[in-house]
């Protein structure tokens, strides 16, 4: 077997997915990638850029018994404009994200376009894999509403469509550089924030919580291990000097094993997302011995036992509750590797079989 595999926004967890299970699977593959940058623009135009390169393959030889791509592409229009290249080739769709769910801060007619390339990816291929079923329910109950916005003419049945060819499986994680990684814990409690800097992940809660910590006057040290892009590293920096001494590490680390190194240094993991399908770096977090703290919603519940999660009826409620969680954790530091369990589930060794078994039921048809 061979896989063609398209993945636009080739960086965070979509990458990481793909580096840990495609070396272990039996089959060959072809990897197509673009950079992680600009995700509208990859999503309304990488089908364009890959489609021309599967062509070329084409020319040259090329052929593929399964296509696997990931959400950032239009698989309905990159089927298209590849031809016969693809033409009887089954696809399989990744949904790491979906656009239904998605919290948008700024309604333009545009973003309609990102939920309706989604409804017709999925539409577009022969089996659609959600990460979590949070986002599968989510994103298959969302459907009609969102289609009901049709002026006239509105598809029906698409939801059904989608949900019969549709099925969980959740992404995995590679173990190899935090099982090499020591847990090196120092004098004072660690929080580590381990998260992408956008929106749609809260910094801003966060540090409010640990500010509040701070102004108590408790000792501990702060480690922010995301990502941040050119229009959001300034923001980051001044939110993070705050913390004075207390803050211990900014910015994306320079390779997995110092990732995971800084991970192994930490006591307590924290999310303050306001959207999250899954959560691989707080599983990446658990798995090298810190203890998480999620919000009670989004995926994390069907994730994370009763004890990692904090919640509240109203955002103050919540972050009131993550104050009082992370104070105690505070001044009764953790043990390490409470929620390692949790973890161990998502390792591509653990997962590995079940994305042959899609792969192979897939080409077979």
């Known amino acids: 077997m061979r896989i063609l595999v398209l993945e636009p926004y080739f960086g965070g967890s979509h990458r990481a997915v793909l580096e840990a299970l495609l ?8 990897l197509l990638t673009l ?20 062509r070329e393959l084409h020319r040259e030889g090329a052929r593929w018994d399964v296509v696997f791509a990931s959400t950032f592409v239009n698989l309905a229009e990159f089927r298209g404009l590849a031809g016969d290249a693809v033409a009887t080739v089954p696809a399989v769709v990744y949904f790491h994200e979906n656009q239904l769910l998605y919290p948008v ?13 989604n409804i017709t990816s999925a539409l577009a291929a022969d089996r659609c894999l959600f990460n979590s079923r949070y986002n599968l329910d989510g994103f298959v109950s969302e459907v009609p509403g969102f289609l009901g916005q049709f002026p006239d003419h509105v598809p029906t049945g698409v939801a059904e469509r989608i949900a019969a060819r549709s099925e969980v499986l959740a992404p ?123 919000p009670d919603r ?34 009764h530091r953790p043990a390490p590797h409470a929620a390692r369990s949790i973890a161990e589930r998502f390792t591509v060794d653990r997962l590995l079989p079940a994305y042959e078994r899609v792969f192979e039921a897939v080409a077979r048809g």
């Open 298 to 331: 989004l995926a994390y519940p069907e994730l994370y036992p009763e004890e990692f999660r904090y919640g509240g009826a109203t955002p103050r409620q919540e972050h009131d509750a993550l104050v009082a969680r992370l104070r105690h954790l505070v001044t």
């Open 172 to 294: 995995p994680f590679d173990p190899a550089p935090f099982d090499a990684a020591t847990v090196t814990r120092g004098a004072c409690p660690r929080i580590v924030w381990p998260h992408r800097w956008e929106h749609d992940k809260a910094p801003e809660t966060f540090f409010s919580a640990v500010a509040t910590l701070a102004e108590e006057g408790l000792d501990f040290e702060v480690a922010v291990a995301g990502q941040a892009f050119a229009e959001t590293r300034e923001e980051m920096r001044d939110a993070a000097s705050a913390l004075g001494r207390r803050l211990v590490h900014l910015g994306e680390p320079d390779s997995r094993e110092a990732y995971a190194a800084l991970l192994a240094s930490a006591d307590i993991a924290v999310s303050t997302a306001r959207n999250e399908f899954f959560g691989l770096a707080m599983l990446e977090a658990c798995y090298c011995g810190c203890h998480p703290l999620v």
């Open 35 to 54: 950079p992680a940058r600009k995700w509208k623009w990859r999503m309304r135009g990488a089908a364009i850029t890959m489609a021309e390169k599967v």
């Open 105 to 117: 801060r700024h309604t333009a007619e545009w973003d309609f376009q990102f939920p309706l390339t």
């Open 23 to 30: 070396p272990r699977l039996e089959a060959e593959h072809d």
